[in-house]
């Protein structure tokens, strides 16, 4: 199973940041998103599709639907600079669970 | 909140083998699963494999069949990830991850472990 996201997006501070991750028939799985900032370890900002880890701030948002999952951040700020990578588990599949190729998000 | 904390960094050299282990802070009888995830330079996540902490099966990535074997020391809620058969492409940070059911989010990572294969 194949995840693919676009490698790069820039974006203005104060706006909105949509992450893509697109797979065939994506909708029928639970999406996982990961913001990685540069040598740091990943952390996970949206799993499920749409739900938010304690301490996530209600900026980062997910949606699933058709063959596209999005991650929204609203209001982006300097400190969400950093790769995010979209993950599913593929039980019939090799490997079981597949990352996105990720996206660099740049903060203008 | 759970803390995973990995072995330091590691040097080694084509064809030798790698241990990195991944301790969990918080041990309890609660299971769990773990998952290692590495990331090589220039690369994005790649995944590698998953060990039922307490139960000990595991699963592997194709790719990685036959030199990636992963334990589970539940005494002192420790897991390590034994690659064999190293080379320059095998140069990476390695992460380990838990997850509460095998199918779920990788919810709380390990602050991650520089392998360098040289030559």
């Known amino acids: 199973y194949v995840l693919s996201q676009p490698p790069s997006l820039a974006v203005a501070p104060g706006t909105t940041a949509r992450v893509t991750c697109g797979g065939n028939n994506i909708g029928g799985y639970s999406v996982h998103w990961y913001q990685q900032k540069s040598g740091q370890a990943p952390v996970l900002v949206v799993y499920?599709?749409?739900k938010r880890p304690s301490g996530i701030p209600e900026r980062f948002s997910g949606s699933n639907s058709g063959n596209t999952a999005t991650l929204t951040i609203s209001g982006v700020e300097a400190g969400d600079e950093a790769d995010y990578y979209c993950?599913?588990?593929?039980?019939?599949?090799?490997?079981?669970?597949?990352f996105g190729s990720g996206t660099k998000v740049t903060v203008l | 909140q759970v803390q995973l904390v990995q072995s330091g960094a590691e040097v080694k050299k084509s064809g030798a083998s790698v241990r990195v282990s991944c301790k969990a802070s918080e041990h309890t009888s609660i299971t769990y699963y773990m998952h290692w995830v590495r990331r090589a330079p220039g690369q994005g996540l790649e995944w590698m494999g998953i060990?039922?902490?307490?139960?000990?099966?595991?699963a592997y990535a194709q790719k990685f069949q036959g030199r990636l074997t992963m334990t589970t020391a539940t005494s002192t809620g420790t897991v390590y990830m034994d690659l064999n058969g190293l080379t320059s492409e095998d140069t990476a940070v390695y992460f380990c991850?838990?997850?509460?059911?095998?199918?779920?989010?990788?919810?709380?990572w390990g602050q991650g472990t520089l392998v360098t294969v040289s030559s």
């Open positions: 993950q599913v588990w593929d039980g019939s599949g090799d490997p079981d669970y597949v």
């Open positions: 991850a838990r997850a509460p059911l095998k199918a779920t989010a990788l919810d709380f």
């Open positions: 499920d599709d749409i």
């Open positions: 060990i039922d902490a307490y139960g000990g099966s595991t």
